[in-house]
């Protein structure tokens, strides 16, 4: 392999698909990037097994193509401490390949390619749509944090694609909390899901650029490829059968409260801190045109309470939730007001953002209440 090319490009191709690489891994050659030069691309690709990372980058020149395992550290860690400039990067025959720059020269050892493994893709039954860019990236936004860390229930721990002819929705729960974001800008011709495990998830939020515009998903029954701009990622799907979601969203309830998202978040992490700290319970107490949102911890005699203006309508209620979660539905939505509905005392409540609520396009979260 030799090759030409900018030293910033290369290093921005290398740290595209890093997230990928093991820290450490029971296949020591997965800690390296596998590098593909084919005429003047340069395809690089990192891989844990589970998530693959594959990027191209177009070189200077190419002289001799090739394909080696290089380090990834070492790679990334020599790249950082370079101006731009042009790289001048060629093979031996003593398994080491060397890095010529404007003022110096460094030589890393390299792996044949034979000895990574093959990247697995989707079969010839796999399922193509298309989505656009910041849906997506505002739908994983809006559910990640929901997802559980549940060794049981495996399909917890990943966001549900739940793909219809006429619209898509992104759903994750931790059993204690729901939450749902529909986009009509995704259809299918026939209804089809998929799993995916909040990783892949998380590095797809943090890699999808914001002048990117559409995001091409493949998916059969064990893999994801997601194809946009010059990436690639191929990832394993989580195995199983995600609970029937729908079934728990309420329909009817009647108890509506209007507020803003901000008064009430910051109001709920004042009152919080005399919460008590192993249960987090805090209470609502609704009436007519008011919300007082109380807490105490018995055992250290403390106790806060703070009453709010609101529009309420419905009949007067308390009804107790854990603080975190509420704390984060509220802190993960970008809307001014929200609309909570509510049964009893007893049944989940729904939240979702005041100009969304008859939207198509739409967010709702489902809370779980607990004993006061």
């Known amino acids: 392999m030799k090759l030409i090319v900018s ?29 593909n030069l084919k005429g003047n691309v340069l395809e690089i690709t990192a891989s844990d097994s589970e998530l693959t990372l594959r990027t191209q980058i177009e070189v200077e020149s190419a002289a001799e193509e090739g394909m080696i395992a290089v380090p990834a550290k070492h790679m990334m860690d020599l790249l950082r401490e370079l101006p731009d400039q042009p790289l001048s990067i ?8 060397e890095c010529r720059w404007t003022s110096g020269t460094s030589t890393l050892p390299y792996f044949p390619a034979e000895d990574y493994p093959p990247i697995t893709g989707t079969d010839e039954n796999a399922l193509t749509v298309e989505f656009p860019a910041q849906s997506l990236v505002e739908g994983i936004s809006s559910t990640i944090y929901a997802t559980a860390d549940d060794e049981m229930r495996p399909t917890m721990n990943g966001i549900y694609f739940d793909i219809d002819t006429d619209s898509t929705t992104l759903v994750a729960s931790d059993s204690h909390k729901l939450i749902c974001y529909t986009t009509k800008d995704v259809k299918a011709s026939e209804k089809s899901s998929f799993i995916l495990h909040k990783k892949p998830a998380g590095i797809l939020k943090s890699i999808i650029g914001k002048e990117t515009e559409t995001v091409v998903i493949s998916f059969d029954s064990k893999n994801a490829v997601f194809k946009f701009d010059q990436t690639e990622v191929i990832c394993r799907l989580v195995i199983g059968k995600y609970p029937k979601y729908r079934d728990v969203i309420p329909q009817n309830n009647s108890n509506i409260l209007r507020i803003n998202r901000l008064q009430l978040l910051n109001t709920v992490r004042r009152v919080s801190v005399c919460a008590n700290k192993a249960s987090n319970h805090i209470k609502f107490d609704l009436q007519s045109g008011s919300l007082e949102i109380s807490a105490q911890d018995l055992g250290f005699s403390i106790a806060a309470y703070e009453k709010i203006q609101c529009q309420y309508d419905g009949d007067s209620l308390s009804i107790g939730f854990k603080s975190p979660f509420i704390i984060e539905i509220l802190s993960n939505m970008g809307c001014d007001e929200i609309v ?3 049964m009893d005392s007893k049944r989940a409540a729904l939240i979702v953002p005041a100009e969304d609520e008859q939207d198509s396009e739409k967010i709702c979260g489902i809370l779980m209440p607990i004993m006061i």
Request: glycine share 4%.
């Open 7 to 35: 030293s910033s490009e290369l290093l921005k191709g290398v740290l595209a698909v890093s997230k990928a690489v093991p820290t450490k891994s029971a296949t020591p050659i997965l800690e390296n990037f596998l590098f």
């Open 90 to 97: 060629s093979t031996s025959g003593d398994s080491s390949f």
């Open 340 to 342: 909570m509905k509510f």
